[in-house]
Every structure is written in structure tokens, then in C-alpha cells.
């Protein structure tokens, strides 16, 4: 390799390190993820092994496992045997308690641990402290039930040990019924697609991209590019000046704005009520009026940058072109028809490209107004993708199925980056450097 | 041309300005005065909605915690955009090495990805770091998301930096890395500038990334802090919430104000929506 | 439940701080509370009232500990306290001791996110032992008690009395409504009619009539119950899905919205605005909480509550159909399995201590929630208290709660998404429950029993 291909690797290699820790490793493990049935439930990291009354339930009736070992397994048993005493004699306790216990409650057995706890307590000799009573029973418990194990043949052998030998078919039907963690599975894709909320959702999120591109991203970015063309430029900076207040204020502040217009205490109210329309809050009032604010507030947001290179494209126009229409005596409308939108033509198409993918993808904006209501009315693809895997009522975040859904995004971005690839001429774009040493 | 009359464009923009027009005046009114219910003129002075500047907000870290928190996260986020940008552009721009186009390529397809549909993958490789929940994690991977976009940028100010200049350097006898330095950099600076505000502007503003991934009271940052407030449903006062936009908008007016012209230029190429 | 491979080391550990009892031990115990307000402040302040008592005992016995106590509130909303503590504990980093909804238990638990608090206090003593049964049996999960209930509360229906007096109820009337409802006599149709009578008289704007909770929640399984639905199987531990009476469930609140008392976009409503819209009587009927009480008379300013609202259970579904009912959702407090075992001790210890009827007392009747033990009801705090005393005698008794099932929350997403539908007017009930039906099975498999 050259030296100059040393170099440019040095000057990736910081680039490259950052991209692939926090943007391609993620990519990676979204489409693993969404093979799975993460969910809180089953914990990120995996799980353990662990025997529960839930456990005992749904081996009811299983054929691997023998009913005799479900029914011991379900049992709690405490037993004050020679091992338990041994180990509580090794331990930091009082010599006289020891020795009391042994011979109060030696060779008994308690249905539960409570139970134990409750004859420890008893003891002229107890300990003072709950938790040294717990850690001296504690040595005594026989049971599995309600132990967590770590590894599986921790668990194979402590089922082993307190129950005798057990079957390897068995063995295995338990570990799987007693996992907690996520395993593998392709139920989140036919799930994606057999679920109808999915398809509104899919609906929605095609007319909010359709509607916000038209009506404001290319739509009035054309009005206001074509229109501060033709304005002296101090008014022409100062409307600019103005539309791009929402691009660059924080959207939590640039939404709260929209709220306060629209609030049921807010400003519209205000002016509206005193000409005799009811009161009421237009975010969330009807479905059209919260899909006409969440295009709004979006929109605003959107023209800006369409604005901007519309107004450089119609700027790069040579100015001969635009006198001698001028002279020939074209009017504003022709020359805007004939002349400047034949030149916007590209310029629309990039903004038209890029301003899909950046909807598609985006709903900070939905997420601080509407949050997808009233009802699920504006929820769009990526703000469920969100609410699946982040937001959960009852506190189980589903991350697995929440995956699949953002996966879902991630192909059909990675697809339509391709296709503007293409349309943009890749090849123009990387330029072979013309300096070879 | 221009001599034809302009009023009635100028009263259509007007018109269809007024929200915003509406919005950001009332966003500076409505920080010291009350109005009285239903009513859409103010009728009384007051400072008492600055009181967030002393006062804290239930549990909340203070206010001056949380723009501490901003300003290091937004500052942070924007040296490592720059300096990694301002390289990797230099390297896709300029320099002949294998898996150039690939480098591109991918550059320009993340450019344009679904960033924030990665979140949970984040989190996971930032709880594997043991960076959950601290500024340098949410940091790290702003920066990171920031990136493709950095380039892209970069190799484009680059692009236009005439050969001329490297071909002569190279021929005085200095190395590459040596013609970047004191050469091609000083060219580009107005790129490293406008993306300098960009990113400062962009990690300014951030509320997803912060409030997933460091929702903690001490590493909060201005957006979690205000959105937090607006959400608690027991304190609802739109003066109270744009007493605190308005101080969190400070800096965002000051840059625009100073470097208008830079970021006309870079929201050409925006990010978002 | 404790991995068995530590429990060895543990008791090393328990010698150790035996051993060295006479240094000072500095403990941090950080305390989340979710869905909490500055009224509910206490969840927090009990704690560190309970840190200051265990010193004292502590010192008595001869150990110098020293207990800073970290409390955070004022989470944005449940989702987002939701989504911290999940994420914080999978990175080792989260509160040790939280305030949450019962229902987290489950899909907690088997996350190994919390400890179960009989491992660290003796649950035969007191105060535990004074705590209502079904309180701690709501906090335990497969026969594990892994929590203590922080507080109770239930969701009753409210009426505003001056539009129901406008529409011709006499007095007595009203003060039989409780009865009425109870016995199955006042149904949920007839909420209905009276809404509508309301809105016809001009006393409230259409779609104000009934006017519901405006975000999901437990609230919506009352109406369910309302029409004889069944949550979970008694026998089985499954979850049930119950057609018919989701069927009348959904088509209930068809009918409201085609009768045009409640309206169409209702659901996601800010709460800011609602309360200040029943809390006045710009509503008529309306469906809430007992802790609405406090915000109600507070900052909404009613000052005579009991001349302008009557409440009562959530009445039956119609005649004949279902039963009169109420949820009530207690919060929890949980250690979580953030810190060492010292920790856990000390914080199971502070959870044990803050549930004493008295420190407990202080809590119910600030943020008007409901007493979680018997003997409350005889401290003068808690007795003098109107609210806290009609509301215990007449919902109380009649209170369900929602099973600890950790695909719950599956269930309960799909329900909501199902009312969603119906209300918003894409589906009819009959379809919106035949979706239901197909995507629980798909979602939940064995775990639910369709019926």
C-alpha cells in the first residue's frame, strides 16, 4: 500500500471506530433483536433459571417431565438436618443458640422457610437481628423452589440433588420451562404482519409523509423560494429570517409553542371565542385537526430547507436569461413557468428523496404533541416502533417486537438510499483524487 | 423586474407567517407578563415565571445544572464531529486508497438512516461500557450519529478546494498530512465553521438521545429538563414553560444572529424533517 | 430468592458486619417514585423519616449507621419512569428501593429487577402483619411476597349533583345513587341517558356529558368487569379474554361516542384541561380516582366537594348484565436488586418502617389515597378525614385488583389498541374484538384463555 493510502486510513480510523460502535453495531443487533422475544420480562443480558409456581403451572400435564417430579419440585421444605447444623456451627453465630436450635428443632421439618423463621424466633437464644435469624435458616431450606440459578448445570444440579436423579428429556423440558431469559424466535415478524393497528399505523404514516412533503417540504418551500426571489432583499432576509425560527429552535420549546396556540386555554381560543366559535383544543380535538396540526408543526419545520436551496438554484440562474424573458414581455407567472421551475427540477427531486427517508424516520416532533392521539390516530411507523420498545403501561418494554418494527425502517431506508444512489449519479460523486502518490 | 409592484406578496407571506410570527413574540411577551383567562393581551408585569432561575422544580436538578449539562454535551458532541469530520472528509475527498467508493458509499447511506429506530441497540452497547446514564455516553453517540452527516459535509468543502494548491505544496517537497494541515484546512474553514454551529445547534437542541439514555437529574439536559416540565400534568403553566424556552433559546438566537449566513448555507443540506 | 452460588458468600458477609459493627456505616438508599406529584411527596419523605428511626434503633443495638436517602418524583409520566427504572436496572445502575404499580411485579420479578422483601423482613411482624390481606396479596407474586402496598385507592364514577338536580333527580335521589349503583339497579346505560339529558338541557357542551379518563389505564378494566368480563382465571392463573363481555365493553363506549356524549377525539385530552373541566362542572359524569380528590379541591379550587359530586362504583354494564365494581391499583414499594445485600437489609428495613400506620397516614391524607392497613382508620389524622373515611366504607370493600401476570401488560396494550379502534370509529365492537381475539392468540398463545 502507499503512503497515502496509510494516511487515509489514519484519518478514517477515528471516524471509522465511532461509526461502528454506536451506528453499525446497532444496525447489527436491531436485526438480531428482532429475532427475538425480548421484552423486560426476559431481561437484555439473558436470564436465569429459577422454579416458580408459574413454573409448576405450565408443566401441568407436560409429557417430559414426570407428575411426581412437578409435585416435589412445587414443594417448599425446610429441614433441620446434620449438613444444616454443621454449616450453622461453622458459621459466626452464638454458640448457645446453636446448640438450642439443634436440640429444639433438630431433625424437624418446616413446610416453608417462614415457618423455620417463626420456631427460630422462638429461641431463648435467638439472634437479635431479623436477618441473622434468615441467614440461619436459610441453611436449612432443601427445596428449588424460588432459587434463582445461574447456569443451567447449576440448576440440573440442584434438582438433582434434591430430588434424585431425573431424566435428560426431562432435564431439558424443565430448564426451558424454568429459563427466564429471551430465546429465538421469527414471532415477531408474522405478528408484524397478521396485526391490523400495524397496517393503520403503515396507512397513517404514508399520508403524513404525502401530505407533509406536498403540501410544505417542496409545496410552499417553491412558494417561499420563488416568492422572496422576487421581494427587495431586506424583506425577502427577513421572511427567510423567519422561516427557519423552527428549524433551529430545540423542539421541545418549538412544540410547546404550537401547544400554546392550540390549548383549550390557548391563543387560538382566545382570538376565536369572542366571534362565537366554541372553545376547544384543536390539537386533539378530531382526527383532522390533529393530523392538521402534526403536519403543521412539521411542515413549518420542513419548508425551511427546502427554501434554502430553492432560493441558491434560482439564484444560480443567469441573470441574462431572466432580462431577456423580462424584455420579451413574459409576465411574473410565465416567467416563473417557463424559466424557473424547469431549473428547480433536480433541486425538487433531491429535497422530494431526502425529505421521505428524514419523515419516515423522525418523530420527535409527533412524540412531543400529539404522541400519536387522540386515540392512535397520527401514530406513525417509527413513533410505534418507539412506543413497542420503550414505552410500556405495565412496565414491560417489548424490545424484541419494538426491534422488528424499527427493522422494518431500517431495510426499506437502506433500499430507497440505494435507489437515490443511483438517480444522483454515484460515480459524479466520487471523483478518483487526482493526486496518486 | 423587480420594479414591479411587491405588496401583495409581501402580504401573503405575512399572512401565511403569522403563527410563527404570533408564536415568538408571545414566546418573549408572555415570559413577564400575566394574562388574564381567555384573554389575548397581557394586562399585568411580572418576573415572577423567571423564578425557575433560583427556585428548583420538585426533584429536579437545578436549572443551572441542566444548562451545564447542555452546554458540555452540545460543546463535547460538536469537537468530535469537527475533528473527526474534518479528516475522514479529507481521506474520501482526496486521498487514493482501497475501498474508497465503499467508505462513500456508506457514508452517504448512513447519511440518510434511521438513526433514532436504533435506540435500544444503543443503550445496550452503552450499558455494555458502563456509559448509561452519563453525559460521555450520550455524547458519544450523538457524535457518532452526527458523523455521516459531518463528512458528507466536509468532502464537500473539500471537493471544492482547487488542486492546485495541494499540487504545488506537494511539489515543494511537503508530505500529505502536511499539506492538510497548513495547506487544504486553512481553505476549509468556513465548512469547519458552519459545521461547527450546526452541531452545536443540533446537540443544543437534542431531547430523544438524552432523555433514553441519561434521563438521570445529573446529567439532564435542558430539553429532558423542559419537556419533563410540561409533561407534569399537576403544574401546567405556559408561562412558567416559556420563561424556561426562552432562557434555553439564548444561545441558539445569539449564534443565528452572528453567523446567519453559515447556516443558510448547512440547513441546505439539513438532517432532519 | 437469591442465586444460590452467593449464599455462601452472604454469610461470610452477615459475620463480617457482625464483626465490625462498632465503625459507622455510610448507606445511600435512592428511592424512585413513579406517577408521583408534589401531593405525594411522602412516598419519598416517609423514607427518610423511616431512616432517621432505624438509626435510632440501630444505635441502640450498638451499630452506627448513617442513611442519606435519594428521592426522586416528578418522572414526566409512568411511561417514562417506566422506562428509566427498566433501562437503569438492566444497567446496574437504578434506584434501590421504587414506588410502582403492582402490576411491574411480575414481569420484574422475572427480570430478576427486584428482591423479594420476605427474603428481608419478617413478614410476621408488625406493621406488616396489620396490612389488609388483599393489599399484600396484590403485592406478592406466585406465592412470593415481593413487595409491601404503599397505598391503596380506588376508581370510583362521579356525578356532578347540580346538572343531575337540573335534570330532575331529587335529593334523596342522589344520595341513593351509591346504593343504586351497587345493587346493579343504575346501570352504565343509564349513565348514558343522564349524560345525554344533561347535554339536551345545555348544561354542558356536547361530548362533555360522560367524559371519561382520557389516557389508558387501569380505569378501562372496570368496564369490562362491568359487563362480567374476567381478567385472569382463578384456576389456572391464565389470562382470560372474555368476548361477550369485552364485546358490551367496547360497544359502550360506541355508544357514547354515537350518542354524542362523549367525544369521538376524547382520548388523549390533557389532563390539565380535564381536571379543570370536570372540577367545575363543565362536564357531567365522569370516571376518576380517588386520589382526584386532592386535585379537585386543591388546585382546581372546589371548595364544597360533597355538595357538587356524589361518587359511587363503576355501575353494571346494563340490566341484568354484569356487576357494579371498582379497581383498585395500589402502588408498591419494591427493593430492586440494585446494591449489595447490606443495602437491600437496610432499604427492606425503611420500606417495613414507612408502612406504619401513622407515617402511612401522612401520605393517604395529603395526596388522598386510601389507607393500607386496618388500624389506620382509627388515627385522628386518617378518622377525621370525610374523604378518606366515606370513600374506604363505600369503595373499599367492593375492590378488585388487576392480576400480577407477566404477560399482562401484552394483553392490556391489545386491549387498549381494540378501544382505541371502536372509539375512534374504524371498527365496530364485533370487529374490533374478533381483531382482539387473533392478535392475543397470536401475541400470548397458552398464556391466555379465550372464551
Redesign the interface.
Known sequence: ?????W??????A???L??V???L??????GF?AFTNM???????G??Y?I???VI??LAGSEDVPAPLIEALGQQQSVVDPTGLAALAQ??FDAAFVAELEEELGGRTFASQ?EL??AI?DLDNRP????????AA??FERSVL?????TQA?FAE?IQAYAGPVPDTAMTALARAAY?GWSMTTDNF??LF????LG?VAVNTVFYIFA?LTLF?TG?AL??AI??F???SR?ASF???????????????YV??????A?????L???L?PLGV?GR?WM????T??WTFVI?I?G???A??GM??LS?AIRAIPQPI??AS?VDGAG?LQ?IRHIILPQLRWPLLFITS??T?????????I??S??G?????TEVW?LA??HT???????????GY??A??LV??VF??A???V??RLFN?KA??G?????? | MRSERTWPITVLLAAASLPLLVMYAYLILDTFTDSAPGAVFPNRFTLEHWRFLTERQGSRASIWQATLNTFIFATSTTALVLFISSTAGYALSRLAMPFRRLFLGGVLILHAFPTITLIIAIFLILQMLGLYNTLTGVILVKASLELPFGIWIMKGFYDTVPWEIEMSGIQDGAGRFQVWRELVLPMVYPGILALGIFSFLSGWSEFILPQVLAPDASVQTLSVYMASLIFDDQNFNFNLFKSVGLFYMIPVIILYLVFQKYLMNIYGGGTKG | MIIRPLRTALLAGTALVMATAAHAQDYTITVWAGGSNDNDIYRITAIEMAADILEREMEILGEEISITVDGRYNFASWDDFKQSVTLAAEAGTGPNIVVTSHGDIAPWAQAGIIRPIEDYIDLDSWPVTDIYPNLMEISSFEGVQWGLPQDAESRPFFFWIPHLEAIGYTAEQIEALPAAVEAGEYTLYDVLEDAAAIQEAGLVEPGLGFYPRVSNGPDYWQFYLSFGGEIQDPETGHLVLDTEAMTGFYQFFADAVAAGVTRQAHIGTPWDQWYAEVASGIAGLWHGGTWHYARYTGREGLEDFFGNVQFTLIPAGAEGVGRSNTITHPLVYLVTSTGDEDTAFIAAELIKIASEPRINSLHAIKSAHLAIAESQSEIDLYRGDRWAREATERLLPHASAMPNHVRFGEYWDLMWGGLESVWSGQKSAEEAVADLEVAVVNALGDDIIVR
Open positions: 500500500m502507499t503512503r497515502q493510502a494516511l487515509g486510513f489514519g484519518f478514517l477515528p471516524a471509522t465511532f461509526v460502535a454506536f451506528f453495531a446497532p444496525v447489527v443487533m436491531t433483536f421484552s423486560t420480562a426476559t431481561g437484555i443480558t436470564g436465569t429459577r416458580t409456581e408459574g403451572s405450565r458459621g459466626d417462614r423463621e417463626g424466633r437479635r437481628r431479623v436477618r441473622d435469624i434468615k441467614a436459610e441453611l424460588n432459587v434463582d440459578f445461574a447449576d440442584a427466564t408474522s405478528r397478521n396485526s391490523p393497528e393503520t407533509t417540504n410552499f412558494v417561499l416568492t422572496t422576487y421581494l427587495p424583506q421572511f427567510r429570517t423567519v422561516w427557519l425560527l423552527p428549524r433551529i429552535s430545540p423542539p421541545v420549546l410547546l409553542l404550537w401547544k400554546w396556540l390549548w383549550d386555554t390557548g391563543f381560543n382566545a382570538v371565542e366554541a383544543n386533539f380535538d378530531s382526527e385537526s390533529a403543521l412539521n413549518f419545520v420542513g425551511s430547507m434554502i436551496i441558491s431572466l432580462y423580462a411574473r416567467q431526502y425529505q427517508l428524514s419523515l419516515l424516520t423522525s418523530f420527535e416532533y412524540l412531543l400529539t404522541d392521539g387522540p386515540g392512535s390516530t417509527a416502533a418507539y420498545a420503550l414505552r410500556n403501561y405495565a412496565g414491560n418494554l417489548q424490545y419494538g426491534a418494527m424499527a425502517l431500517v431506508g437502506i430507497m438510499s440505494f437515490y444512489l454515484f460523486l466520487v478518483r483524487p487526482r493526486i496518486e502518490q
